[in-house]
């Protein structure tokens, strides 16, 4: 396979649970493409990894197994302290000591008495580091595979019931349906409300997300983000991931951008 210039593709980079929408890349698909023109396939599962820990959920990511390296943030949904990030390599061959390893005799020594593949220091580009997998060790421990289960199972019951509040409610309007905890979606305000959707309507639309959001801010009640996507103009990403929010909070966020939206 070869492109302008002779360069050659060697990997494909696939999203299980992008930033902005939440939308999740199929992998399966991706992995067959990647098998038949020997491609290494890399998952960034960043922020959408949370799902393998749902049995109800985990579908989204169908074909993981395949990848040749997967990065996965336990500081994202499951919130471990910040940072605490996985990157997973399927590779037994030594490929990250091949590519980061000084070799520096006085610090990783080969001839120990026990097994030195466990030694990761040579494995990382820096020589010193903090022990991140260490908090999520802890915390694993501490609450137990079935506790996270319920903690994403959770937010993602909370996203599609922020979801349908938006499609009853007069002003809002969803972007799409969340395929994870990632909830899009515009607030009309009433002035907007009768006018048709033409570009005026929509560079309108545009200012109501910086102006909404800065009225929150100063008055100190919500930190919910917002930003354009492609050819969308600003919407709201209202993210689930906390396992104390409920209901009633999800109602209060929307309450709350009426309240601070009606005279725009
Ligand atoms: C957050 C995120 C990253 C990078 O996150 P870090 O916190 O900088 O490690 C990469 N990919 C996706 C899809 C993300 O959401």
Same mark, same amino acid.
């Given at each position: ?20 929408? #939440? ?24 922020? #959408?990894?949370?799902?393998?820990? $749902? ?49 520096? $005799? ?135 991931? $906390? ?22």
């Amino acid at each position: 396979m070869k492109i302008n210039g002779g360069a050659e593709p060697f990997m494909v980079n696939a999203t299980a649970g992008t930033t902005v929408l #939440g939308a999740f890349d199929p992998i399966e698909e991706i992995a067959d493409i990647c098998e038949k023109y020997n491609l290494w396939l890399h998952v960034d599962a960043c922020w #959408g990894g949370a799902a393998l820990l $749902s049995k109800k959920h985990r579908h989204l990511l169908k074909g993981i197994h395949r990848a040749n390296s997967v990065a996965w943030n336990p500081h994202k949904m499951l919130m471990a302290c910040l940072q605490c990030c996985a990157f997973m390599v399927r590779d037994k061959t030594g490929l990250l000591q091949r590519c980061h390893s000084a070799r520096a $005799s006085y610090l990783f020594q080969q001839d120990k008495f026990y097994d030195v593949s466990y030694d990761t220091g040579d494995k990382s580009i820096q020589c010193s580091r903090k022990p991140d997998a260490f908090k999520f060790w802890l915390m694993w421990k501490a609450l137990g595979t079935s506790e996270l289960e319920r903690r994403v199972d959770r937010a993602f019951a909370m996203a599609r019931y922020l979801a349908q509040e938006i499609k009853k409610r007069e002003g809002f309007r969803l972007l799409m349906e969340p395929e994870y905890a990632n909830v899009c979606f515009w607030y009309i305000p009433p002035s907007l409300r009768n006018m048709p959707e033409s570009p005026e309507f929509w560079q309108k639309l545009h200012t109501v997300g910086p102006a909404v959001k800065e009225r929150m801010m100063k008055k100190g009640s919500m930190m919910v983000s917002y930003q354009p996507h492609g050819d969308k103009v600003n919407f709201f990403r209202m993210i689930i991931i $906390s396992p104390q929010a409920s209901r009633e909070d999800m109602d209060f966020v929307l309450d709350e951008i009426d309240r601070l939206g009606q005279d725009l």
